[in-house]
């Protein structure tokens, strides 16, 4: 798939179409248009055999319009002059019936935005040809290699619950009238395998899913293998009596713990009250070790955009500085309301979506701690390797937690016996401010990334 000019021209003829569309109607109307083009790829695959393979093409158009003070979104993927101008004079002639809101705003170049480039803007290594061009048989046996890997390391594997390849190839084209427009390009490549494992009458499940930007970068093989090992690693879990112990917290479940943290670090939910971190500003929230950075412009990222979802540029934010809360995370709007400018995390989910606030390539930076001289440094304590439901069991008001948890017993330095049954309990700020030791294995699933952290004490139950 390669740039298609076609595609950058009707997102300015939309813009310019909804001035005409304003004139016309006696009024300053301010627009964007958004224009997704994209091709996936998903291979299922189940028992060594294809189980279900889809290949979709899609492009859109969403646009925005903003007139004294009312904004209104439509979408289509009718990309004909003829339909793209029929949805911005709709849009144009509904807006009046919105209720206005004095923080809307369409960027412009004071706001952050980058002027419009016809020649694409900068290529920050988040996209690699390779991805669209490996033919699609060759995505299948990857499936079925990535599956295999797994069912063949372990006589105790008896059988895959789930194994998902994907991967695609986007590109991006914007244009406002303030300015503000251009194209990027992204390409991804991901999977998830989750098994089942048995010994006797014992039987475990164990899952493991990652991705990255570029096919040579992809294992499919170690997914499998990864998969495999921590289901077969459970084999024998049990409950422990409750107690109060040093808790290592693993990279997979690390990234889980951060991306939530960081959506309570969104400006938005801030400003809705919706926040355990609102008002905390300058004041220490974690130990004195612990950096959480949010970072657009991470070369090679996963998630990593010249430019957010409205037009204006990213930057690496770092959100939590030893400890003490620097700032939110804001898209435009969220920063007119909050008197500041917008970090570039304005996230769109396509063409069909306006968007929000949303992180890009999240991660607690690395200490300069071995994960074996973590575990090493432990008596008795407990590894976190597996969490159910972590969204829904943090107390949004006073961050109290109680996680359905799974993982190991740390004993005399050595991960031993594998525990299932049991509960993290806690506080989420006293969990912050207890981080003692951060590993160096700084490990990426995606866009997030987390080294193994060790937590001082927290309740087993």
Same mark, same amino acid.
């Given at each position: 798939?390669?740039?298609?000019?076609?595609?950058?021209?009707?997102?300015?003829?939309?813009?310019?179409?909804?001035?005409? @569309?304003?004139?016309?109607?006696?009024?300053?109307?301010?627009?964007?248009?958004?224009?997704?083009?994209?091709?996936?790829?998903?291979?299922?695959?189940?028992?060594?055999?294809?189980?279900?393979? #889809?290949?979709?093409?899609?492009?859109?158009?969403?646009?925005?319009?903003?007139?004294?003070?009312?904004?209104?979104?439509?979408?289509?993927?009718?990309?004909?002059?003829?339909?793209?101008?029929?949805?911005?004079?709709?849009?144009?002639?509904?807006?009046?019936?919105?209720?206005?809101?004095?923080?809307?705003?369409?960027?412009?170049?004071?706001?952050?935005?980058?002027?419009?480039?016809?020649?694409?803007?900068?290529?920050?290594?988040?996209?690699?040809?390779?991805?669209?061009?490996?033919?699609?048989?060759?995505?299948?046996?990857?499936?079925?290699?990535?599956?295999?890997?797994?069912?063949? *390391? #372990?006589?105790?594997?008896?059988?895959?619950?789930?194994?998902?390849?994907?991967?695609?190839?986007?590109?991006?084209?914007?244009?406002?009238?303030?300015?503000?427009?251009?194209?990027?390009?992204?390409?991804?490549?991901?999977?998830?395998?989750?098994?089942?494992? @048995?010994?006797?009458?014992?039987?475990?499940?164990?899952?493991?899913?990652?991705?990255?930007?570029?096919?040579?970068?992809?294992?499919?093989?170690?997914?499998?293998?990864?998969?495999?090992?921590?289901?077969?690693?459970?084999?024998?879990?049990?409950?422990?009596?409750?107690?109060?112990?040093?808790?290592?917290?693993?990279?997979?479940?690390?990234?889980?713990?951060?991306?939530?943290?960081?959506?309570?670090?969104?400006?938005?939910?801030?400003?809705?009250?919706?926040?355990?971190?609102?008002?905390?500003?300058?004041?220490?929230?974690?130990?004195?070790?612990?950096?959480?950075?949010?970072?657009?412009?991470?070369?090679?990222?996963? *998630?990593?955009?010249?430019?957010?979802?409205?037009?204006?540029?990213?930057?690496?934010?770092?959100?939590?500085?030893?400890?003490?809360?620097?700032?939110?995370?804001?898209?435009?709007?969220?920063?007119?309301?909050?008197?500041?400018? #917008?970090?570039?995390?304005?996230?769109?989910?396509?063409?069909? *979506?306006?968007?929000?606030?949303?992180?890009?390539?999240?991660?607690?930076?690395?200490?300069?701690?071995?994960?074996?001289?973590?575990?090493?440094?432990?008596?008795?304590?407990?590894?976190?390797?597996?969490?159910?439901?972590?969204?829904?069991?943090?107390?949004?008001?006073?961050?109290?937690?109680? $996680?359905?948890?799974?993982?190991?017993? $740390?004993?005399?330095?050595?991960?031993?016996?594998?525990?299932?049954?049991?509960?993290?309990?806690?506080?989420?700020?006293?969990?912050?401010?207890?981080?003692?030791?951060?590993?160096?294995?700084?490990?990426?699933?995606? #866009?997030?990334?987390?080294?193994?952290?060790?937590?001082?004490?927290?309740?087993?139950?």
């Amino acid at each position: 798939m390669n740039f298609k000019k076609e595609h950058l021209d009707v997102a300015e003829l939309a813009v310019e179409r909804a001035k005409k @569309a304003g004139r016309s109607a006696g009024a300053a109307v301010a627009a964007e248009a958004f224009v997704s083009d994209q091709e996936t790829i998903q291979v299922n695959v189940s028992a060594r055999a294809v189980e279900q393979m #889809s290949a979709v093409k899609e492009a859109g158009i969403g646009v925005r319009v903003l007139r004294d003070g009312k904004m209104a979104f439509g979408s289509t993927n009718d990309l004909s002059k003829a339909a793209v101008g029929a949805l911005v004079d709709d849009l144009v002639k509904k807006v009046v019936y919105h209720t206005a809101d004095e923080f809307n705003v369409i960027p412009g170049v004071g706001d952050g935005g980058l002027a419009s480039d016809p020649a694409g803007h900068e290529d920050l290594g988040s996209f690699d040809e390779r991805v669209a061009e490996v033919p699609v048989q060759e995505k299948i046996r990857t499936a079925l290699r990535m599956e295999a890997a797994g069912l063949d *390391s #372990s006589p105790k594997i008896a059988g895959s619950m789930m194994a998902i390849y994907q991967d695609g190839t986007l590109f991006n084209y914007f244009a406002n009238t303030n300015g503000v427009g251009g194209w990027f390009r992204q390409s991804y490549v991901a999977a998830g395998v989750e098994y089942t494992a @048995a010994d006797g009458d014992a039987r475990e499940s164990g899952s493991y899913e990652n991705g990255c930007v570029k096919w040579a970068d992809f294992n499919a093989e170690e997914i499998g293998r990864k998969a495999a090992e921590n289901a077969v690693s459970m084999l024998g879990a049990k409950p422990v009596p409750s107690a109060e112990m040093p808790l290592v917290i693993s990279p997979e479940i690390g990234v889980q713990m951060w991306s939530f943290i960081a959506g309570m670090l969104s400006a938005d939910e801030v400003q809705k009250g919706r926040s355990l971190f609102a008002e905390k500003i300058g004041t220490e929230i974690a130990s004195k070790g612990f950096t959480l950075i949010d970072d657009g412009r991470l070369k090679g990222g996963i *998630s990593t955009a010249p430019v957010d979802g409205e037009g204006v540029a990213t930057q690496t934010t770092p959100l939590i500085v030893d400890g003490v809360l620097k700032t939110y995370l804001y898209d435009c709007y969220c920063a007119k309301k909050g008197k500041t400018k #917008s970090t570039g995390n304005r996230s769109r989910g396509g063409y069909g *979506s306006a968007g929000g606030v949303g992180t890009t390539n999240l991660y607690v930076k690395p200490g300069d701690v071995a994960p074996e001289a973590i575990f090493a440094g432990i008596d008795k304590g407990f590894y976190l390797t597996v969490v159910l439901g972590l969204f829904a069991a943090v107390d949004s008001a006073s961050g109290d937690f109680s $996680i359905p948890s799974a993982g190991f017993l $740390i004993e005399k330095g050595k991960k031993t016996v594998p525990v299932r049954g049991v509960t993290v309990g806690g506080n989420l700020f006293e969990l912050l401010k207890a981080v003692d030791k951060i590993g160096s294995d700084l490990t990426w699933f995606q #866009s997030l990334g987390s080294p193994t952290v060790a937590v001082s004490h927290v309740k087993i139950g």
